[in-house]
């Protein structure tokens, strides 16, 4: 079964700096992979995907992630971060179980920015 | 576009009766609608998935009578908590997909609480 791994439970991070989450998967195949945001009390907001080609992927808010399969990472970054980029981060690898496409989701990092 | 709303937002009802919670996609005809559970601080859950007009399918461990989810239209699926106790307080969201499964709208979340 597919699992995903993100090490860093929280962070803190200055209000420009850059920022990296760190996301680890499991899976046997190609996987799907994706980063979702969530504010606190909300649901969660799609911030980019990976299917296939370009292991360089861009997304909303200035967000890019990058796909490594030798080392089986997904990991987060942004140039330089708003304070109102402050909330969980979740990694989820989407796969087939049992038949059924599903979702995974990481344990969630949370960013605190400083100004 | 691809907007899911949840209702209610919040509720808090006494311990042995029933909640219902309606996840509505506003925009689409969603093939696949699949609620999650969440607990504070902690990743979510996969709880079960749920296609228009047929039952819905439960993750490992999850209680089908506990926990009755009805998806009647392409639009609509509602998950009831049945005889709800204290330990069934918890975030709850629901997702909904077009097409592929792994590509998933969610909702805002409904904050249950069991007093």
């Known amino acids: 079964a597919q699992s995903v791994t993100q090490p860093d439970i929280h962070i803190t991070v200055s209000e420009g700096a850059s920022l990296e989450l760190r996301c680890n998967y499991s899976?046997?195949?190609?996987?799907?992979l994706f980063w979702y945001v969530q504010s606190p009390g909300q649901g969660l907001q799609l911030l980019l995907k990976y299917f296939s080609g370009d292991t360089l992927v861009q997304g909303i808010k200035g967000f890019e992630a990058e796909f490594k399969r030798s080392q089986s990472s997904f990991n987060l970054r942004k140039p330089s971060v708003h304070w109102s980029d402050a909330a969980e981060y979740f990694c989820?690898?989407?796969?087939?179980?049992?038949?059924?496409?599903?979702?995974?989701f990481g344990t969630g990092t949370r960013l605190t920015i400083i100004p | 576009g691809a907007v899911v709303s949840q209702h209610p937002s919040r509720v808090i009802c006494k311990s042995g009766t029933s909640v219902k919670i309606e996840c509505r996609s506003l925009d689409f005809q969603a093939t696949t609608m699949f609620w999650y559970r969440q607990f504070p601080k902690q990743s979510l859950m996969l709880m079960a998935t749920?296609?228009?007009?047929?039952?819905?399918?439960?993750e490992q461990g999850v209680e089908k009578d506990k926990f009755l989810i009805n998806h009647a239209s392409l639009t609509l699926s509602t998950l009831t908590v049945t005889s709800a106790h204290p330990e069934d307080s918890s975030f709850y969201i629901c997702?909904?997909?077009?097409?592929?499964?792994?590509?998933?709208?969610f909702g805002p979340g409904t904050r249950l609480t069991v007093t």
């Open positions: 997702s909904a997909s077009l097409d592929r499964a792994y590509e998933q709208y």
């Open positions: 749920s296609n228009e007009g047929s039952k819905a399918t439960y």
């Open positions: 899976y046997g195949a190609t996987p799907y």
């Open positions: 989820a690898v989407g796969a087939l179980n049992f038949g059924n496409e599903k979702l995974t």
